[in-house]
C-alpha cells in the first residue's frame, strides 16, 4: 500500500492521507457559565483570584499562578482604549471567505481584550477610545467581540 511511508529519520512507519475531516466536539465550560451568559448578554468578564490578585481575560476557573480555584468575575467596562491593531489580508483558511479585516487589541479596565475592529484602517489610532459590543458571526453562529471608535 503506497499511502504507508517510513520516516526518514525514525524508521517508523506511518500512513500518509489527505482528507478533509469534519470534526465535532464538545468542551466543557465548567466554572465559566457566567462569562458564556456574559456573551449572551452582551457584557465581558474577567476572572480575578480571589488568593493573589491575578486577573484573566479570557477568563480562568483557576488562578494560573497560585493554583487558586476561589476566583471572582470582574465585569469590563463597554469603554476603553486601542493598544495596537492590524490589518489582515492574508487570512485562514477557516476566515478566507471574509474580505481583509482589522484586528485589535483594547484595553478594558486595564484588561487586554482582542477584537475585531469595525473602521477604516486610516482612521484609526492608538490611544484612542473604543467601545466593544458582541455580536454572532455568522455563517459560523459564533460570539465575536467588536471595537468601535467612539
Known amino acids: 500500500m503506497d499511502y504507508i511511508k517510513v520516516d526518514n529519520k525514525t524508521g517508523g512507519k506511518y500512513i500518509e492521507d489527505y482528507r478533509k475531516l469534519t470534526l465535532e466536539y464538545s468542551i466543557s465550560v465548567g466554572g465559566l457559565e457566567k462569562y458564556f451568559e456574559g456573551l449572551k448578554n452582551g ?3 474577567a476572572s480575578k483570584c480571589k488568593s493573589c490578585g491575578s486577573i484573566y481575560y479570557p477568563p480562568r476557573s483557576s488562578c494560573g499562578k497560585c493554583g487558586s480555584s476561589d476566583i ?3 465585569e ?3 469603554e476603553g482604549t486601542l493598544l495596537t491593531f492590524t490589518e489582515i489580508n492574508v487570512k485562514p483558511a477557516t476566515h478566507s471567505h471574509y474580505d481583509d479585516y482589522i484586528i485589535g487589541i ?12 469595525e473602521a477604516k484602517y486610516d482612521e484609526l489610532k492608538i ?3 473604543i467601545r466593544y459590543e458582541i455580536v454572532v458571526r455568522e ?4 460570539y465575536i467581540i467588536v471595537f468601535t471608535p467612539i
Open 106 to 117: 483594547g484595553s478594558f479596565n486595564g484588561v487586554k481584550v482582542l477584537g475585531l475592529v
Open 43 to 45: 457584557v465581558l468578564y
Open 72 to 74: 471572582e468575575w470582574i
Open 76 to 78: 469590563l467596562g463597554k
Open 127 to 129: 490611544g484612542m477610545k
Open 139 to 142: 455563517p459560523e453562529n459564533y
